[in-house]
């Protein structure tokens, strides 16, 4: 007997048919004999209506009043979830985030979970109850309804597992699993059996929309065992674990790529002690994350080039925040590029592969793909290239690096 | 300044441009110096997809999870309503039945309000705010979320109005107040000024679906003075009150009508002691309503003839029960007529003026209606005409009682 927390996606939970076949999954794992508690988001569709509705009111939306409302979402499918579970004769209650209670603290719109009380839903999963539990949702300590933000129905699920000491937590969703790179991009993508906290923490911060970050974090954290299936075919999915679990580790686990990035150029910037701390102040302050940076060689000693990347949507913020301190920091002009790919190679198996950043520029070089700024952690190597040739140096690097399906 | 419960239904919070209308009545009152709570149905529509969902998971559907399923509903409006508010640059805030608390039993889907804590609301009213509650749910004392089914929200509503010893509850709707005679009918019906609260309970349960009975109820039992008002027009509405509070009474304040009834009658039924309880005891098993009830004279001294209401609905079903019954009870035959409706006048003045029922039968008499059953109560009195009649019935009533607007 084993403890099981399944967490079913909008997708998987579209409509009323959807929601019974998720039911059929939560009833094939208690005729196993587990026990089983249930995690889910809300009706696809159902958060942007809500949205829409709060956004049309007007934009001084009072946050936990938008949280009244976006949270109603998971309630309905927890009901209707639990209802379609005990219409297969097995019994089942919901649990909104309060009646857990799921603790978070009060950031309305992007709460954090701080606890969840397990004893009632433990006490009723040994009974053969299956708990059904709304998810994105929690209770602040003013007894207000908070959220967790976009996605936050994965934390949920990851964050239950964990509190209740779950043996898996199975994230359904509308892909397979998680793959070696984009299958409608890399024809040759393969679906992982496998793969490590950490690969996927860099492989959902990079663009590959599976997981969400802050559930992988989680997951990694308090040793969670998750697995990510579709809930539309019965193929087993990829399973996300402790480095140890995997036997035959690849040098590089997957390929991935955002296009959420947008390149700013500073031309002859004041090469002097302090200008990267004065000009990155004034785009931390206004909220503007820098992601990638590269500071060319001064050639005549006195000027330099400064290149780095931010989100699309910052960009022309970005601009602005820097044209506003252009005298103070002393550069000639700001090229600003929107059409640019970040694409990366990730794998624990980097740690102890030397020569994988070669491999990567020398593959890219091959094809005449110019690589524009490059940057790198322990398990990746990422570089910006022209938007143009993403395509090609997806497949270039998965066929580089042997990840290509037979 | 007096503090005042503003109640809006479901076609005066319908979608975002009504909800703000809303609210600017909710401001007007806060402008005057009252104090303001502010009690909202869910937008209408979103109620019957709700169930709707919940009917399609099974006709096995759990009540204490339907009634999360539904009670997301007014939690929207609920969070809509209070960020309209504020957009008004009102403090506003909301709270849903689990947070006021509303108490009530666990009889879910229909459960009975047994308390409302106003303590924090009262403390916020007093600092200016405004309290928006999601009408038509509370909570159980295990912790679940109840729903006091359909209509609730104007119960919710007078019940916080008498738990907050408001000095008015205002009731929204999509009518400009009661009516003498149902407007689309009766042409030259008008609306009341004022009525009492026994004649708007009696109204209510004879059809006029203005209040819902419960409501009516509640606010007779606790004083709560209610006004009916168009939420659609600045047109004062009908005020609900005490007896003592009317000057000028009419004899008759209202006709109305119901279409939910149909016939049925017994022929030679066995004439000998406890055959009707006999006979209304299996219909009362099978939880079916009888209304009006006449048995006739028995000529030959052995059978009887007996005819009661049941509602249309349930006709068949008690045709069934009865059939089943026959050989107990010997009866010959029975004759279901769904084809009636109840014509009723109503008016407290009647307690005082005698004649009443003599001037409305002598009435549909001249236009050759023929009354089938007969039923009274103090201050009513229904009669049972051919379906085909309801319109002739409900004009000629209104004329014959001087209803008239000039």
Not at 14 to 41: F, H, P, T
Not at 232 to 259: C, K, N, W
Not at 370 to 377: A, E, F, L, P, R
Request: aromatic share 4%; proline share 2%.
């Amino acid at each position: 007997m084993a403890r099981i927390v399944q967490k079913f996606g909008g997708t998987s939970v579209a409509d009323v048919e959807r929601i019974q076949a998720a039911a059929l999954r939560v009833k094939a794992e208690v005729d196993a004999g587990n026990e089983v508690a249930v995690v889910v988001s809300a009706m696809a569709g159902v958060t942007n209506q809500l949205v829409g509705w709060a956004g049309g009111i007007g934009p001084r939306s009072d946050a936990p009043e938008y949280d009244v409302v976006v949270a109603s979402g998971e309630q309905v499918t927890c009901g209707l979830m639990a209802m379609a579970i005990q219409a297969l004769g097995i019994p089942a209650r919901s649990f909104l985030g309060w009646q857990v209670p799921v603790r978070t603290d009060d950031a309305h719109g992007k709460a954090r979970i701080l606890k969840i009380e397990t004893d009632e839903l433990a006490r009723r999963l040994a009974t053969g109850e299956v708990a059904v539990v709304a998810g994105f949702q929690g209770i602040a300590e003013s007894g207000r309804v908070t959220t967790l933000g976009r996605g936050g129905s994965d934390t949920s699920a990851v964050a239950l597992a964990a509190a209740l000491n779950a043996d898996r937590c199975d994230i359904y969703t509308d892909v397979e699993g998680v793959y070696t790179s984009d299958p409608r991009i890399v024809a040759k993508a393969r679906k992982l059996d496998r793969i490590t906290y950490e690969e996927m923490l860099e492989m959902a911060s990079l663009g590959a929309k599976v997981l969400q970050t802050r559930s992988v974090a989680m997951a990694m954290r308090y040793g969670v065992r998750v697995q990510v299936l579709s809930s539309f075919t019965d193929a087993p999915g990829t399973l996300v674990v402790d480095e140890g679990e995997i036997v035959e580790q690849q040098v590089v686990s997957g390929v991935t790529y955002s296009r959420d990035e947008a390149k700013v150029t500073l031309t002859q910037l004041q090469d002097r002690p302090g200008v990267a701390a004065r000009l990155f102040g004034p785009l931390a302050e206004a909220n503007i994350n820098v992601d990638m940076i590269v500071q060319n060689v001064s050639v005549d000693g006195q000027t330099t080039g400064l290149t780095f990347t931010v989100t699309k949507q910052d960009l022309d913020r970005a601009v602005q925040v820097l044209e506003g301190a252009r005298e103070e920091l002393g550069f000639s002009g700001i090229l600003a590029d929107p059409n640019v790919v970040k694409v990366s190679v990730v794998g624990v198996g980097m740690r102890s592969h030397a020569g994988v950043a070669q491999r990567m520029f020398g593959a890219l070089a091959e094809k005449g793909i110019n690589i524009q700024v490059i940057s790198t952690s322990e398990i990746k190597v990422s570089v910006l290239v022209p938007e143009e040739y993403t395509e090609l140096a997806l497949r270039t690097l998965h066929t580089a690096f042997d990840l290509d399906a037979e």
